[in-house]
Nanobody, 124 residues
Framework: QVQLVESGGGSVQAGGSLRLSCVAS????????MAWFRQLPGKERECLAA???????QIARSVEGRVTISRDDAKKQMLLQMTGLRPEDSAVYYC??????????????????WGQGTQVTVSS
């Protein structure tokens, strides 16, 4: 059974940093493309960053320069390092995975497996 578990969320002041972790189980992570999404209340999920099996990274323009995505397949872990956090970054952050991208890396439909989410709250 495929499972993704996020951790590392919490409360931080504006300008601060957080590192989110996603640990995978139930499949060979190195064979999967992975991504970080976030969802604000009442909004659709937004893809922030994605990384494919060749370690090619994609970063959404909305967070470019403030986030770094990485993966450690030996640990079955994907990380999202966020800096310069703003109150508008407050959201539930999700990791997602699937074998490949048949379309666009930033679309929810590309990912079959999802974590339960971790809350990030940024105060001003």
């Amino acid at each position: 059974q495929v499972q993704l578990v996020e951790s590392g969320g919490g409360s931080v002041q504006a300008g601060g940093s957080l590192r989110l972790s996603c640990v995978a189980s139930g499949y060979t992570q190195s064979s999967y493309c992975m991504a970080w999404f976030r969802q604000l209340p009442g909004k659709e999920r937004e893809c922030l960053a994605a990384i494919d099996t060749d370690d090619i990274k994609q970063i959404a323009r909305s967070v470019e320069g403030r986030v770094t995505i990485s993966r450690d397949d030996a640990k079955k872990q994907m990380l999202l390092q966020m800096t310069g956090l703003r109150p508008e970054d407050s959201a539930v952050y999700y990791c997602a995975a699937d074998r490949n991208w048949s379309g666009f890396w930033y679309e929810e439909i590309e990912y079959k497996y999802w974590g339960q989410g971790t809350q990030v709250t940024v105060s001003s």
